[in-house]
């Protein structure tokens, strides 16, 4: 089962930031916190992952808080093109990717 | 970096035949590689975890004389789907796993649509 939940759907406008939270309230001290994206009918594209720290790279950021038991994505400014479904996904090294619903984003011209 | 290739990228094909499924990682070595399974509107299931070089290791339900994986080298790994039912037509995906950074990260390729007629 997925360690994780997440809103089932979100909608952000073009232009503006979209943030997507998760909760991850039993995650442990040596598990990652890992977000994909799907666009339909393609395979997963990673985004970013962070274990305790704040990551930021050229698709989004990272935020996790300082207990770890939640995490938000933000994509700074969302393009029609990131409407996907965006996986929250909890793991340490070595262990399964597990994925969940995930939360359906729609970003709406 | 960390590119993922599959082919084909589709398939349509009688009941009863098999179809090959390839798997490469094109710009990373990777000693492990994935095979998921995803039907419509529903997440991204594990079928097998595939090791370079010896047998996969395969999900609980998830049939392995039916589901060839075969791992020769550390950019390839391919499925084989063998004796195919039209239950079996869904969306194949694989990932490569890359190490780093203290964790690994799996890559997943574009997918393959099999529809079994």
């Known amino acids: 089962d997925a360690k994780t939940t997440q809103p089932t759907s979100m909608d952000c406008a073009e232009g503006r930031a979209a943030n997507l939270p998760c909760n991850h309230s039993?995650?442990?001290?040596?598990?990652?916190v890992y977000w994909y994206r799907q666009i339909h009918s393609q395979g997963p594209q990673y985004i970013i992952h962070g274990l305790k720290n704040n990551e930021t790279n050229e698709m989004a950021s990272l935020i996790i808080t300082e207990d770890r038991k939640s995490s938000t994505l933000i994509l700074p400014h969302a393009t029609l093109r990131d409407t996907a479904v965006y996986y929250c996904?909890?793991?340490?090294?070595?262990?399964?990717?597990?994925f969940g619903p995930g939360t359906r984003l729609s970003v709406l011209p | 970096g960390a590119v993922v290739s599959q082919h084909p990228s589709w398939v349509i094909c009688k009941s009863g035949t098999s179809v090959k499924i390839e798997c490469r990682s094109l710009d990373f070595q990777a000693t492990t590689m994935f095979w998921y399974r995803q039907f419509p509107k529903q997440s991204l299931m594990l079928m097998a975890t595939?090791?370079?070089?010896?047998?996969?290791?395969?999900e609980q339900g998830v049939e392995k004389d039916k589901f060839l994986i075969n791992h020769a080298s550390l950019t390839l790994s391919t499925l084989t789907v063998t004796s195919a039912h039209p239950e079996d037509s869904s969306f194949y995906i694989c990932s490569a796993d890359l190490a780093g950074g203290g964790t690994d990260t799996q890559y997943f390729g574009p997918g393959t649509r099999l529809t079994v007629l």
């Open positions: 039993t995650i442990s001290g040596n598990e990652y």
């Open positions: 595939s090791n370079e070089g010896s047998k996969a290791t395969y």
């Open positions: 996904i909890v793991r340490g090294y070595g262990q399964n990717f597990v």
